[in-house]
């Protein structure tokens, strides 16, 4: 396969640069994952008689893979990116897509670990390459539009499943064989499609940990511990508490990723205006509220009222919007790192992300089984010391001045 550089790369048609890449590939990965969350708490409560306990272990073990994500350094050693990025969303399409044929607690947690390597690789590697192809000055707009396609691949997944579920009688392995089957069939063409690219700035293969980026992995391990929580049980609630079936849960999807759709390039023009700071210290307050709204369904007994299930998917709505905004860590991270440390640094933030993800699922599936409530509210305790970090990024952080802590080493751009 030819290798180019991104200056090279200009001079290709717009299908086949590196930012159509980065969009193919951000269409490709939803397709299988987003199906598979759609129909997972329906599948592991009808076929599988999971309780909380058991979607916290099974939560447990798809976040290993990501709590080894630093595993990534070494294979980039012998395996580009581009390659690894490719070869991993093939994982997850396959694991996907044969997921229905195993409906046992163990079969489950074999397919959740084998998509999950796959998911969280990818995931690595594709913010990995956004960053070193994506120019600092665009890249909160371009981010904006990635996960806008990225949200669009959602949508259709979700109307189709939605459509197709409640008209036509979907099984859970028509519809898992179909989503994960997309994503390979995609993998398959960004191999064939596209050139190697070669980033700009040779990256080091060896595990980086920097004391001036302490903000950023501080803010990655509170972001691992406050999205499980949103991940793993707000969804669950809707299926356990308020009866929520297959096409209901993927119809709340759907409204998610269509207002995502909307609002994502929205989010990224608020960043690229605004700053980090502001963007993350808004994303904050607003999740402070709204899992404390979560924990109100289960003090107040909301969820018993006829119009507590029409708060509950609002809240649900509204905290995916919010968690939408989390691309500005990404471009965070990009303005005050050196080049070469990208790739190793994308690997130790996944690492530090999952430290959390990895306990935190089986731990409160215990505490599920007591106090949902509790589990809520533990959510926004996450969220108010996040709120604390983010006020320490400055208005504009760039390499020596990560926090308000450091010097200003340059004048301001004029807003």
């Known amino acids: 396969m030819r290798s180019m550089s991104l200056e090279q790369a200009r001079a290709l048609p717009l299908w086949r640069r590196p930012t159509a890449l980065l969009i193919v590939m951000a269409a490709a990965m939803p397709l299988a994952f987003s199906t598979w969350s759609a129909l997972l708490n329906n599948f592991v409560i009808e076929a599988a008689q999971f309780d909380g306990s058991d979607i916290g272990w099974l939560q447990t073990v798809r976040e290993i893979p990501g709590f080894l994500a630093v595993g990534v350094i070494a294979i980039i050693i012998f395996v580009r ?32 670990l084998i998509s999950s390597m796959g998911f969280h690789y990818f995931e690595t590697v594709n913010q990995s390459l956004q960053l070193q192809w994506i120019d600092k000055k665009r890249a909160p707009q371009m981010l904006g539009w990635i996960v806008a396609v990225g949200s669009g691949a959602s949508l259709l997944a979700y109307g189709l499943l939605v459509l197709g579920w409640k008209n ?34 040779p990256q080091t293969k060896r595990m980086v940990l920097r004391r001036r980026y302490w903000l950023y992995y501080a803010l990655q391990f509170m972001a691992g511990a406050r999205r499980q929580i949103f991940v793993v049980f707000a969804a669950f609630m809707m299926v356990e508490r308020f009866g929520f079936e297959v096409h209901q849960v993927t119809g709340l999807f759907l409204a998610n990723y269509l207002a995502n759709m909307v609002f994502a390039p929205m989010m990224g023009g608020f960043v690229q205006r605004y700053g980090e700071r502001r963007a993350l210290t808004f994303e904050y307050i607003g999740l402070i509220g709204i899992f404390l709204a979560y ?60 430290i959390a ?59």
């Open 168 to 201: 036509f009688g979907w099984t859970y392995e028509a519809v898992y064989l179909a989503g994960g089957g997309a994503t390979v069939l995609l993998a398959v063409l960004c191999f064939v499609l596209y050139p190697q690219f070669d980033s700009p700035n």
């Open 81 to 112: 990116e581009q390659v690894l990025g490719l070869v991993s969303l093939m994982m997850l399409g396959v694991a996907v897509a044969v997921t229905a044929y195993f409906p046992t607690f163990e079969g489950l947690l074999a397919t959740t």
């Open 295 to 354: 924990g109100a369904l289960y003090f107040a007994n909301w969820g018993d009222l006829v119009w507590g299930v029409t708060i509950a998917a609002g809240l649900y709505i509204l905290d995916h919007l919010f968690f939408a905004l989390a691309f500005a860590l990404k471009t965070y991270f990009q303005k005050i790192a050196d080049p070469q440390d990208i790739a190793p640094t994308a690997a130790v933030a996944f690492t530090i992300n999952h």
């Open 357 to 415: 993800a990895v306990g935190l699922p089986a731990a409160l599936g215990y505490l599920w089984l007591t106090s949902p409530a509790g589990v809520f509210v533990l959510a926004a305790g996450f969220a108010c010391v996040s709120l604390v970090l983010a006020l320490l990024i400055p208005r504009h952080p760039a390499k020596g001045h990560e926090t308000i802590f450091a010097p200003r080493l340059a004048v301001a751009p004029a807003e």
